[in-house]
């Protein structure tokens, strides 16, 4: 549904992203896990058309969308939130929300119809006129979920939609984006919370230093060296080796 | 009947206004209210862009002079009528919007850039008025005196009163009817947050244009209705300053990206004006050191603007907002 062919990205002198390739199957939930700093959040802007790559390409549902504009992309399907939340802080909840309904449904109450019914999903039903300002972390970041399902999208990215959150809270969430699978989304998400990618994902990509140093299955990738070492520094998987504390 | 309601505040407004002129014979009164709800109307202009989209504009001028000369020289220049003299002052301030817009949009320029750029324009359209022959030069413009509703002369004030209450009653009910819109909902999105509303399918530039053509012809309608009142214009009053800060103020103190906020703020800031005129006696410029009070006092302790007074009082919130955080286990 998606693939990534060799894609650069670089800042004057910094490499965020060097030479990346990877693909999310339609249907599917892929992981991208990797340190701060990998370029995660990078190459999410640039599959979502905030950012044009150095180099590299980006498909689709097999048609190239390298350069095309962010809310043409929307257009075609790709849906995304934000790692550091963007809620449009003077409105009220439900009508953050509509703003993404209004992609699909130009007419007012069909917009607040699908709006009202997205923000029962993700548990915010009952906070629908409370300005968006008002919300904890856990609620704007249930805001940017909604907001971005709002506009109905085929293809999800969810840039660490878990973090900051509490364990309940995680465990609140799991299964809405389980759910949304269920429905028929396609979701690439940005994870740190191993707890859930290991729960939600069927394919796990990890970029270090920009580039991808492995893919796999959870299970796989969080027994991969190269992962280890990559988290927990050069070599550290020779010592947790040595030392068994067999842990993720 | 759901649909209509929003509509209600408005149309209560206009009858108020429509009113007016059946208690009000004095012709002070009347010249206030015409020069307060022409300003009005200028304002709800700048409002659409400013107020509802964010982008603050300090040369609405450029709108306001647009339309009151491009009406004039249709009329005295190329022979037409009053009336197709307001429609084209309107569409030539779509036209300047469409252009500053695009060259300011399109180049990315947002907050403080954007609000200079404007201020250079209507500044270079000032200069250029008042050099020109076509627009009466340094001399202006004298628009014949012909009496008469179809050369948009009316013998009495209380009529053209009528015309510019319909005028105002109109656009408020477009701008109530925008904000309920699609086109609404992504103007004010990207007021709040630009990259946000790209992420959810909002074409920023389109959205922008839109805001600043429909804002242009808007001021520019109030720029013909200065002309048709007066029946004179030059380039210090058409392309002056004054206006761009009057809709400016008008719009912040009667409350930001409000439908009524502009009609309230320009009339409250002229009473008090008058007023403070009127008590100093001659003092000049008694009534812009009013206006910087107004705005001071508006901005430190009205962020809803005045019509943000009314609104938090009559509309309680419901109760579920006492309800406790979800997901706080
Ligand atoms: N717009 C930018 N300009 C310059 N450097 C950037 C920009 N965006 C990201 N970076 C840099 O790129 C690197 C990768 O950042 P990011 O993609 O946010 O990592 P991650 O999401 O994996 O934590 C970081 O070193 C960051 O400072
Ligand atoms: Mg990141």
Redesign the interface.
Known sequence: MLTVDNVTMRFGGLTAVNDASMQVKAGSITGLIGPNGAGKTTLFTIV?G?LKPTAGKVAFEGETITGV???RL??RGI??T?QIV??????SVL?NI???A??RH?R?PD?ERLAAAVAEKV??G??L??PAS???V??RK?LELA??L??EPRLLLLDEVLAG?NP??VR?ILPVIRSLRDDGITILMIEHVMQAVVSLCDEVFVLAQGAIIARGTPAEVVADQKVIEAYLGHGAAARLKGGEAADA | MRTLRPYLPVLVLGVLLALAPLFVTSNVVLNFLVFTLTVALAAQGWNLLGGFGGQFSFGHAAFFGTGAYASAIWQMQLGFDAWTGFVAGTLAGALAGLVIGFLSFRAGLRGSYFALVTLAFAEVFRVLANSSEVTGGAAGLLLPLKIGAENLQFADRATFLGFVVALVIVVLLLVQWIR???FG??L??L???E??????????LVVKLKAICLSGAITAAAGVLYLQYFLFIDSGIAYGTWISVEVLLAAIVGGLGTVLGPVVGALALHGVGELAKSLAGGLPGIDLAVYGAVLVVAVAFLPGGLVGIVRRRDRP??V??A?P?????
Do not use: C, M, Y
């Open positions: 979502s905030f504009a962010a809310h929307a257009e849906g995304r934000f963007k809620p449009f802080a003077g409105l009508e509509v703003v993404g209004f992609l130009p007012r917009a548990g915010l009952d906070r006129d409370a008002s919300l904890t856990a609620g249930r907001r971005a709002a506009t959150l309940s809270e609140d | 309920g819109s699609r909902a992504q004010v999105a007021r709040e947050n990259e946000a509303a790209r992420a959810l399918g909002v074409d920023v919130r419901p579920r907002d309800a955080v979800e997901g706080e286990a």
